[in-house]
């Protein structure tokens, strides 16, 4: 027999002035866990938070959240996901070793120029 998944309760958002992350997690119906990762890997999927101002916890305005989360929030979504995911342009990555094709053109360049200060 098949176990009956246990029914979960959201908690009540109590106070409509800011939304506590815990708020916002009961809200958009995710793991607390979810968000803190969000937050740092992926940003464009957790709605923008308020400035801090001497307090330490992140802040959400309800109002602000609800128009994020229907798309009204004034920038279109491709926008949003490319500024949020992406702010600087990608770095090229270290070459690495070379070849052994490219070593040995290296050495037989070096033998045909002794003493290049280019080489050494």
């Known amino acids: 027999m098949r ?45 923008p938070t308020l400035p801090r101002r001497g307090r330490a916890s992140l802040r959400w305005d309800p109002e602000q959240t609800r128009a994020w989360i229907r798309g009204e929030d004034g920038q279109s979504q491709s926008s949003q996901q490319m500024t949020a995911a992406n702010p600087h342009p990608p770095r090229r990555s270290k070459r690495g070793r070379p070849t052994k094709a490219e070593a040995e053109a290296r050495r037989k360049r070096s033998a045909e120029w002794p003493g290049d200060p280019c080489t050494d």
């Open 3 to 47: 176990k009956q998944p246990k029914p979960t309760t959201l908690p009540l958002i109590v106070s409509e002035s800011l939304w506590t992350i815990e708020n916002l997690a009961a809200y958009m119906q995710i793991a607390v866990a979810t968000i803190y990762s969000d937050l740092t890997r992926a940003p464009h999927r957790v709605p």
